[in-house]
């Protein structure tokens, strides 16, 4: 028989002490079994005056209470708001234990742990009013003083929330979900960025969700500092920083939509060195200015930091513009000493421009057959500063290259294709470099990977340098692994000079999962070297490269491949970065080799090198 002790509700009371030591005594929170709330406070109007009881809980079809009531905001509907929170308690034991039910409503309809006034831990229910178990390992918070407070800030379908039987046990009736150590999961990428959960304990995060990423949001350099910013489905932008590009520090969320379903969706930041917006009381110390649209599609808005993005303030006069659709992209124009938005809307990108990145002028010069998350950015040729184009990239990271005044771009290529895998998209990079190394570096969100019961859902290609080099067939932007990737070499085992026969195998490793690869290459026309790695085909042939895609072709003959393998992502460059795939994959077997078929496949040099991770320390 379990032993309880009572606090809050019914002071502090010893209910059996059966069969168990003082020790491990489970201590009540809330079993909400009153006609009142007790020594609980409230606000707003969702929970009413007291718990749901007896007849009620069916009414309101409530199913898995612990005895005759629970506390419910579903009284009155969906419609009206509020909180529910416990007076003060020290955490005392190892595990918060209760059920839970209602809507899924992260950060809106919840149960939330408050400790020095944050909240550290969090869960919903899944849409359902069935109340389900859920614990919490709060031992890093012992001794701690804590509340617990039921909070629903949603009105819509589903708006509500269900609490019961809350308690401090050392013996929950169902111990967390996620049991392996932060970053150390087993598809968790090491040397690629993902999301973490910050309050939740949830497997499989969906849209909205902690652990969730998508869209790149506003890249910018600042400081010395890699800032990476990305959507969590237009909820809240995810942030990190990073000093090297390889090594990167989760912040929290840098801001929130204004309230539920307004929407932060994707954007981009800069940097007001001039404090042309005055949004700074001190142009010693310039604004950080991030821009992104509402849910609405129309009002586009910004919030700011003075901080170096550490805090975020909502401009007081949102929206700056209002226009048809999405994601703005904000740069400034040097030649013009104006700030240029580009931004999606109708197929088409729209120039605005503005003096003070407040105010805002249609240029009238939109680009056609364009499609979300605009990319723009000027490059020299052939490293020649003399001859500077400029790049623009689609969402779908389809980019062309031509010439832009500051009102109107004109394109001297087709738009071809910045990566051909299957996992590419809403590329952005890194602005504002020019205060840095000079680099232009490119991420994009890996759409569609797949990483069963894992705390995290999705991740984002390792940075790439973009160059625009001259080829036969016109400018042509090339990517390739930044070199920091070297960093992360453990050693270097080498072949040369190698002529593999057809039907030939070539182990290059037995095990292991985080590797880099350099391979000079001779295959005849019709022949096909294939890379197995650990199940999956990489096809090279005489002039492409296939991952999980259609072929990748190159001009002239393919020489030159490198190869980035993570836990669950494949990364591809073939002759410096002419064309590449990106792809995320799940591992069948283990092991690296090289088999050739048709003709025998000359290997001049071959360098794998097996890399440590980022969250190696």
């Given at each position: ?16 002490a059966?069969?168990?030591s003082?020790?491990?005594?489970d201590?009540?929170?809330g079993?909400?079994?009153?006609v009142d ?49 416990s ?9 918060l ?23 550290v ?33 949603a ?7 269900n609490?019961?039987?809350?308690l ?10 996620t ?41 910018v ?5 890699y800032h990476?910013?990305?959507?969590r ?8 920083v ?6 990167w ?23 007001d ?38 805090t975020?303030?909502?401009?007081d ?17 040097a ?8 931004m999606?809307?109708n197929?088409?990108?729209?120039i605005?421009?503005?003096p ?7 240029e ?51 738009q ?12 952005q990079s890194?602005g ?7 680099r ?10 797949v ?7 999705q ?10 080099r ?10 390739e ?40 290459v ?31 072709t ?8 490198e190869v ?5 992502s494949?990364e ?46």
């Amino acid at each position: 028989m379990r032993s309880y002790w009572v606090c809050g509700l019914l002071g502090t009371v010893l209910l059996s002490a059966h069969g168990a030591s003082a020790a491990n005594k489970d201590i009540v929170i809330g079993e909400f079994e009153g006609v009142d709330f007790g020594g609980w406070t409230t606000t707003g109007t969702a929970f009413g005056s007291g718990p749901a009881l007896g007849a009620r809980l069916g009414e309101l079809e409530i199913q898995g209470a612990h005895g005759n009531g629970a506390a419910s905001s579903e009284l009155a509907g969906d419609g009206p708001t509020g909180t529910l929170t416990s007076p003060a308690f020290k955490i005392s034991r190892r595990y918060l234990s209760f059920v839970i039910g209602g809507g899924r409503y992260e950060h809106s309809a919840c149960l939330n742990l408050i400790v020095d006034g944050k909240v550290v831990r969090s869960a919903t229910g899944a849409n359902s009013d069935r109340l389900m178990p859920v614990s919490w390992d709060v031992r890093k918070f012992l001794g701690r003083e804590a509340q617990v407070q039921i909070e629903d800030e949603a009105s819509g379908d589903w708006g509500h929330v269900n609490v019961d039987h809350i308690l401090q046990t050392d013996q929950p009736e169902r111990m967390p979900v996620t049991t392996q150590a932060l970053y150390q999961e087993t598809y968790r990428p090491q040397f690629h960025f993902t999301a973490r959960q910050w309050t939740e304990d949830r497997l499989n995060p969906g849209m909205r969700e902690e652990g969730w990423l998508n869209d790149l949001n506003g890249l910018v350099y600042y400081d010395g500092e890699y800032h990476l910013f990305a959507q969590r489905w237009n909820k809240c932008w995810v942030h990190a920083v990073s000093r090297d590009l390889i090594h990167w520090t989760e912040l929290e969320p840098a801001f929130w939509e204004e309230h539920l379903d307004s929407g932060v969706q994707s954007g981009n930041c800069v940097v007001d060195y001039a404090n042309t917006s005055g949004l700074s009381p001190d142009k010693a110390t310039p604004p950080m200015v991030a821009f992104w649209s509402r849910n609405d599609n129309r009002s586009h808005c910004i919030t700011y930091s003075l901080d170096h993005g550490r805090t975020w303030k909502f401009y007081d006069k949102n929206p700056v513009l209002v226009a048809p659709e999405r994601d703005p992209m904000v740069f400034w124009h040097a030649s013009t000493h104006k700030w240029v938005m580009v931004m999606y809307g109708n197929d088409q990108y729209h120039i605005f421009t503005s003096p003070n990145l407040l105010d805002w002028t249609d240029e009238k010069h939109p680009i056609p057959n364009s499609f979300e998350c605009p990319d723009m950015f000027e490059m020299p040729l052939d490293g020649d500063k003399a001859r500077m184009k400029w790049v623009l990239i689609r969402g779908n990271g389809k980019y062309s290259v031509g010439e832009f005044d500051g009102s109107e771009f004109h394109e001297e290529t087709p738009q071809l294709d910045s990566d051909g895998g299957p996992n590419f998209y809403a590329t952005q990079s890194w602005g504002n470099t020019e205060t840095g190394d000079g680099r232009r570096i490119q991420a994009a969100w890996m759409r569609g990977g797949v990483y069963p019961d894992m705390p995290f859902n999705q991740q984002v290609t390792f940075p790439r340098e973009l160059t625009l080099r001259t080829t036969p067939s016109g400018p042509r932007l090339f990517r390739e692994p930044i070199r920091e990737i070297a960093t992360l070499h453990q050693h270097e085992d080498k072949w040369t000079n190698l002529a593999l026969k057809p039907g030939e195998d070539l182990p290059l490793h037995t095990s292991g999962d985080l590797f880099h690869i350099n391979m000079n290459v001779a295959i005849p026309e019709g022949a096909a070297l294939t890379l197995n790695v650990r199940g999956v085909p990489l096809i090279l042939t005489h002039n492409a490269i296939a991952c999980e895609t259609t072929p990748q072709t190159v001009q002239g003959a393919l020489t030159f491949v490198e190869v980035l393998i993570d836990r669950t992502s494949i990364e591809v460059y073939a002759n410096h970065g002419e064309a590449s795939t990106s792809t995320c994959f799940l591992p069948n077997d283990s092991g690296l080799s090289l088999k050739a078929a048709v003709e025998t496949v000359s290997l001049p040099s071959i360098s794998v090198f097996p890399l440590n991770s980022v969250w190696k320390h």
